[in-house]
């Protein structure tokens, strides 16, 4: 299988869409295809932004206001019969009986979802090093959840804020090796004038290492660096 | 039936039980029994509204507009699909209709979302500070900028099936598109995500 096949069946396989034998293959290439895999983690990490994006609640006037609509649509023949109707508060407080349960519902999804198995279905279990980099190394590793903290940083750096472009804050994902040393740092949005001092600085910084049932885990982390970070808020 | 009324003991039922009692009922004329299919649904339907078209107002808009539809087209439900299947599509069509009436009329600017609202529960335990709420924040915001450059049938794809978490087949259900169709777009806008979010790391890697 090569490159080009791989990557058209990425976002199958993160969906679990494959059949056996190609999944079987597709991970295969992924064990020996450092550009590949990148792609594999980069996919799996979009999945996961988008996917965790927060819920916006409704807003609280949008139920009374769709049936204010709707009485609306209705009062020439039906009127008389929901004149009570046309405040609609009455229907705020009991509404929010179920509100709260759809509210609760979407977080335990959310959270479930957290802490659920990750999606890396298809790797060999824990101890077998099969094809895929195994969960939890610098090739596939694990993000921040329920069990697993984020990494504490030990050896702190001055980060270069002169480095930072235009609106002053750039967004990049650092992956955390198992030693706790940066094994990568990668510029996701925003602009740096001088990227170099600024990933070089990054990855300097030293973590304790982050351990996830027992062993050592390598960690992906979303950073959002900032002249926030070292100056005072603006006045 | 007093305007205060609502019909709880239909909101104990599950799935398709509850969803057959509703309808049966909202054709009744009985708008206790629609207040509670809006409540039931409102934040999805909003959350979806807003992640299409990336504007709040617009979003409470075309989800207003879209309990209308819902109320006008009850008769012609056929229970075939979930009701929570068959108002996705009617909320993909009214945004859909909303963007083209936009891209008419020559407006081509967004209200951001305000995403501080609810941000996605930190790591551990912690309380998140201001600091994480920022990241999180600034995280939500690239990411909705991405979203809304994709074309709009890879754009509900993508939401349906990460953000709604439904299934390729529940996606294609929902929009009444073949299976293929929902990979095909799936794959596609996955990856013009992720070159757009991550189009950076191949020019300034240093590996």
Redesign the interface.
Known sequence: MNCSVVR?R???W??G?LEAEATRRLETHLATCAACAR?AR??R???R???????????ES??A???D??DM?RRPA?GFL?R??SSAR??IL??L???T???VT?LA???S??SGPLPEVHLAPDGAWGATPALGTEGNPVF??DG???PRETTSVQLPTDALGGNG?V?LEQLVARDGSVA?V????GDATD??SL?SALRQQKFEPVRYRGRPVAVSV???I?R?EVRSPRT | MGAGEIPLEVEALAGPARDRELVARCRGGDTAAFASLVSLHEHMVFNLAARLLGDGEEARDVAQEVFLQVYRRLGRFEGRSSLKTWIYRIVVNQCHNRRRFWHRHGRDREDPLDERLLPPKPPGSRLPGPYEQACAHERARTVQRALLALSFPQRSVLVLREVEGLSCEEVAAALGIPDGTVKSRLSRAREALRQRLFGLLEEGDPS
Do not use: C, H, N
């Open positions: 058209k990425l976002s199958r993160l969906d869409e792609r980069q996919l990490a979009v999945s932004l988008v996917s965790e994006l927060p819920a916006l609640p409704a807003p949008l139920a206001s769709a049936l609509r709707l649509t039906l929901f009570s109707f009455p229907f009991p509404s009986v179920p509100a349960l759809v509210v979407v999804g959310v959270l979802f957290d921040p959840s697993i903290d984020l804050s967004f990568d990668t510029l996701l949005e990227t170099a990933v979303y950073r959002l900032s926030m």
